[in-house]
C-alpha cells in the first residue's frame, strides 16, 4: 500500500482569502459571523451568515460567468496547486493525476438567480414577459454539481477521474478519503481535492430557516452567535469558500523532490441508515474506528480532533459521546475544537476546510479554540478547547470528523510525515 | 446597430481579431467559435430583445454580413417590422 501524502494546502474561507489568514483568524477566534444582507436575508428577521471574499477578484475575468461555488474552488485550488509545485519539480498531469470534489448544492447562486429573473419578469411590466423564458445558454453547465470539477481539471491537465460527491456536510471528506483510497490503491498517483460552496442565496436561507437549525442572532454579540457544546448553543450559521488539498503518493512526491504537509493516513465511511436529519452514535463511531484502523494508530496516539461541532442540540452531544466511546480512556487528553463556531458550516466545503485547518494545527503545534464556549453543556464531557487557542503542543496525528444529513459519515485522520 | 453590437460582443468576449470583422466576406466559421461559442453570441441578441432565434447551426455557413442580416429579419419579425433600441442587459445581474 502506497502512504499518501498531503503536498499542497489552498482555501478561501469565511475567515480569509488564503490558508494562512483562515488559520490565524481560527487560532484569534475571530469570527467571521455577522447579520445577513439585506437581499439574502429574504424578508426574515435575525438571519446571520460568514460570506468570504468576492472569489472573482482572485481569479482571470475568464471565470466572471461561472457559479460562485465554482470560483471558490478554482480559487482554492490555485494556492493548493501553486504550494504543491513550490517544493518540488513540475506538477504531476495526465491520467496518472485525477481531481476529486466535494460540493453539497452546486450552482445555487445560478439556479436561484435563474429563478428570480424569471418571476420577476413574468410579474413585470407586460412589454417584458416574454423575456422570461430567454435565459444564458450556459445556465446547465454552470449550475450543474460537477462544473468546479471540470474546470478545475481542464486549467491543470488533470486528465485522471474527474469526480464530484455530493454527500451534504459530508462531500468533501469523503472526496479526500475517495481520492486517499484511489492513489492508496494505484489507480492514481496524485489527486487535487476540493471542497466548494456557496448558496448564501435567498432560496438557500429560507429553506434552511424553515428546517430550525440556523443559529439565533445574539443580539449583544452577533458574532459569537454560533456556540459549538455550549448550554446556550442554538445551531449553525451558513458560511461559503472552498478549500483544496493536493494528494499524492510518497513515492511520487519523493521523486519529485516535493515536500509534504502531512501524510493522510486513514478515511472511515459509514451510513447511520436511519433518520434523514438526525445523527446516531454508532455510525460516527464506525467512521471513526475504520478510519484509525487504516491508520494503524491507536486512539492515544491521536492528539486533536476538529470535531464536526454545527452547534446543534442533538449533534454535538451525540458527537461527544461516540468520540468518548471511541477513544475511551484516552479521550481526556484529546483536544477537540469546533471552528465552525468562527468560519460557520460550508457545507459541501466543510470537510476539506477542516482537514486543511487540522494540518496547519499538525503542522504548527497551534491549535484553535471553540469559540464563545463560555459555559460548556454537562452533557458533553470532553475538552473543547474553549475560548483560547493553545501554542507549543506537541501534535503526531489528528482527525476530522464530518457528519451529514442523510447519515452519511466521514472520518480523516492525517498524521506526521517521518521522511 | 446590430452589426455592431454583435462585434463589440465577439471582441470583447470571444477574443475574435477585430481586424478579421473589418474584412467585408469574413464568413462565421472563421470567427473560431465553436457550436457552443456560437450560441453565447447569439444570447447577447436574444437577451436584449426578448427571444430564442430560430436554429442557430445554420449560421455556420453564412458570410458574417449575411448572419446578421438574417438575425435582423428576425428581430423584426419578433417587433412588427420594427429594430428597437436594444435593451439593457441581464446578464451581469444574473451570473451571480
Known sequence: MNPVWITGLGAISPLGADRHAS?????????????????????LPGMLQAP????????????????????????????AMTDAASG??????????????????????????MY?????????????????????????PRMMSNAAGALAAARYGLRGACNTWSVACASSAIAAGEALRAIRHGYLDAALVIGAEAMLTPGSMVAWNALRVMARMDDAEPAASCRPFDRRRCGFVLGEGAAAV?????????ARGAQAHAELAGYGASSDAGHLTIPAQAGQVAAMRAALAEAGLEPAQVQYLNAHGT???????????AIAEVFGPAAGAL????????????????????LVLATMVLESGSIPPTAHLREVDPRCTLDYVPLHARHGCSIAAVMSNSFAFGGSNACLVARRVGH | MLADLIKHYLVANAHVDPLRLEQPDVKVSELGLDSLGLIEMLFEVEDRYGFQVDEPMRFQTMRFDEMVAAIEAE????????????????TAATSG
Open chain 1, 23 to 43: 488559520f490565524a483568524a481560527a487560532l484569534a477566534a475571530d469570527s467571521a459571523i455577522r447579520p445577513a444582507s439585506k437581499h439574502a436575508s429574504a424578508g
Open chain 1, 52 to 79: 468570504a471574499a468576492d472569489p472573482r477578484l482572485l481569479l482571470d475575468s475568464a471565470y466572471a460567468g461561472v457559479d460562485r461555488a465554482t470560483q471558490f474552488a478554482l480559487v482554492a485550488a490555485q494556492e
Open chain 1, 88 to 113: 518540488g519539480s513540475e506538477l504531476p498531469q495526465g491520467e496518472r493525476c485525477g481531481c476529486y470534489v466535494g460540493i453539497g448544492f452546486g450552482g445555487a447562486t445560478t439556479l436561484d438567480a
Open chain 1, 116 to 140: 428570480a429573473r424569471y418571476f420577476a419578469l413574468l410579474a413585470g411590466a407586460e412589454d417584458n414577459r416574454r423575456r422570461a423564458a430567454v435565459v444564458h445558454p450556459l445556465s446547465v
Open chain 1, 246 to 254: 493536493f494528494l499524492e503518493s510518497a513515492e511520487h512526491a519523493r
Open chain 1, 311 to 321: 452547534a446543534t442540540e442533538v449533534g454535538d452531544v451525540v458527537e461527544s459521546q
Open chain 1, 335 to 354: 483536544a477537540i475544537s469546533s471552528t465552525k463556531s468562527v468560519h460557520g458550516h460550508l457545507i459541501g466545503a466543510a470537510g476539506a476546510l477542516e
Open chain 2, 75 to 90: 428581430v423584426r419579425a419578433h417587433h412588427g417590422g420594427e429594430l428597437p433600441e436594444p435593451a439593457a442587459t441581464e
